[in-house]
């Protein structure tokens, strides 16, 4: 039996398209509790129109968001937590942590809900994560968990070398302890 589901049902569907599914789950299940009306020819029709506009929509969004996947594939972030002795977080890397970076890398807001993280990281290392902008763009980012010491070392060993250059310094003698820059 066809049927247009008027809500989204796990592992069927989303709402408005069309599915084929057994009379008995039709009648017994998804009509009764209204997820579902059965397909007549005018029902069909209105629902394929609908699902036309909705094709257009994400078509029209996946122009609009290709640059920003652009920008988005192949970025790192790195991202600094406390660590245990044996290597994992004390807390996790959420979604919502990886959004917050996002935003201060790229400039531009990212909902949590389009990161796709099955669970939230745990573990020191290279993490590759999807983001769902909409329809087929899902770009790729890498995020790099460190710990904090790790994260301040990488963060001025550049510095560093940059002003041991101009001042004709080395870098172990620029580093004492106690001395302040």
């Given at each position: 039996?066809?049927?247009?589901?008027?809500?989204?049902?796990?592992?069927?569907?989303?709402a408005?398209?069309?599915?084929t599914?057994s009379?008995?789950?039709?009648?017994?299940?998804?009509?009764?509790?209204?997820?579902?009306?059965?397909?007549?020819?005018s029902?069909?029709?209105?629902?394929?129109?609908r699902?036309?506009?909705?094709r257009?929509?994400i078509?029209r969004?996946e122009?609009?968001?290709?640059?920003?996947?652009?920008?988005l594939?192949?970025l790192?972030?790195?991202?600094a937590?406390?660590v245990g002795?044996?290597?994992?977080?004390?807390?996790?890397?959420?979604?919502q942590?990886?959004a917050?970076?996002?935003?201060e890398?790229?400039?531009?807001?990212?909902?949590?809900?389009?990161?796709?993280?099955?669970?939230p990281?745990?573990?020191?290392?290279?993490?590759?994560?999807p983001?769902?902008?909409?329809?087929?763009?899902?770009?790729?980012?890498t995020?790099?968990?460190?710990?904090?010491?790790?994260?301040?070392?990488?963060?001025?060993?550049?510095?560093?070398?940059?002003e041991?250059?101009?001042t004709?310094?080395?870098?172990s003698q620029?580093?004492?302890?106690?001395?302040?820059?």
């Amino acid at each position: 039996m066809k049927v247009i589901l008027l809500q989204d049902v796990p592992k069927l569907g989303t709402a408005g398209s069309i599915a084929t599914v057994s009379d008995g789950y039709a009648r017994n299940y998804l009509i009764p509790k209204g997820l579902a009306e059965p397909a007549t020819p005018s029902r069909l029709k209105v629902a394929e129109q609908r699902l036309a506009a909705e094709r257009r929509r994400i078509a029209r969004e996946e122009e609009a968001m290709r640059s920003l996947a652009e920008r988005l594939d192949g970025l790192r972030l790195v991202i600094a937590a406390h660590v245990g002795e044996s290597g994992r977080l004390y807390g996790s890397i959420t979604a919502q942590d990886i959004a917050e970076k996002l935003r201060e890398t790229i400039g531009e807001e990212i909902d949590r809900r389009k990161i796709e993280l099955d669970e939230p990281i745990r573990t020191i290392g290279e993490h590759q994560v999807p983001v769902h902008l909409v329809g087929q763009l899902r770009p790729v980012i890498t995020v790099i968990v460190t710990s904090p010491e790790e994260a301040t070392a990488g963060a001025q060993a550049a510095p560093a070398a940059s002003e041991s250059d101009a001042t004709g310094e080395t870098e172990s003698q620029s580093s004492e302890p106690g001395a302040e820059e």
